[in-house]
Each structure stands twice: as structure tokens, then as C-alpha cells.
């Protein structure tokens, strides 16, 4: 389920004027290609979104609290942003501020992440 200050940024994404909103919630049964696809759709209008990075700290804090991971939030697929916060963990030796992993996902954000993503 959505926060309500999830559901509040959303509401300013490109997500939510896009004609295919499937994309932001990749379904396997596409096949490798069609989930490829998807996932581009979603993280390059997302890399055009006016509230990427608040995005991103929104999924990523309800995933390092609650441990609940899905859909691409902020350009970031859900594996991506479970290997940044495992990272983060080792790094700091114990749990990850949101805001420093959200940070260190955007800086390397690039056209080849998004290529990487999907
Ligand atoms: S960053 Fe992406 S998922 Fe987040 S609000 Fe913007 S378009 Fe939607």
C-alpha cells in the first residue's frame, strides 16, 4: 500500500500524466524483452521527472523500514535499489540514512544506468 506523502509526490510525477503506467510496475510475464521495455519507459521519464529524487528517498526509506521492495521509484528498479542499500548497510556498518543512498543512486544515474536497468 501507498503513504499518503507517497501517493503526494506521485501526484507531481510524470507517472501519473503517462499513458502506460504499467511501466512503473514491470510485470514478468512480459518476457525478458517486454520487461526490458517497460523498465526503459518508466526510468527515462523518470530521469525527466521534477521529483526524482523525493521519489526515490520515499521508496527507499519505506524499504530500508519496512523492507518492502517493488516497482521503479525515482528510475530505480527494485533490485538496483536493494543492492544500493546493502551496500550503504556494509558501508556504514549498520542502517543506511535514505536521502545518502538516494544520493549515491542518482549521481550515477546516467543514459548507460538506464540501459543497465533494463
Ligand atoms: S520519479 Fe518516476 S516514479 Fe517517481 S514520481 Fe517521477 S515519474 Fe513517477
Known amino acids: 500500500m501507498f503513504h499518503e506523502e507517497e501517493w503526494r509526490v506521485r501526484r507531481f510525477g510524470r507517472c501519473t500524466t503517462s499513458s502506460s503506467q504499467d511501466a512503473w510496475f514491470p510485470d514478468p510475464a512480459r518476457g525478458t524483452e517486454g520487461l526490458a521495455h517497460q523498465r526503459r519507459q518508466a ?39 536493494r543492492q544500493a542499500i546493502e551496500h550503504a548497510t556494509e558501508r556504514h556498518h549498520g542502517t543506511p540514512d535514505a536521502r545518502d543512498v538516494a544520493q549515491d543512486l542518482l549521481v550515477n544515474l546516467s543514459p548507460q544506468a538506464v540501459d543497465r536497468i533494463a
Not at 529524487?53 to 520515499?58: R, S
Open 43 to 81: 526510468a527515462e521519464a523518470c530521469a525527466r521527472c521534477p521529483v526524482q529524487y523525493e521519489c526515490l528517498i520515499l521508496a527507499l526509506d519505506h524499504e530500508i523500514n519496512e523492507g518492502v521492495s517493488w516497482g521503479i521509484w525515482g528510475g530505480v528498479c527494485a533490485r538496483d535499489r
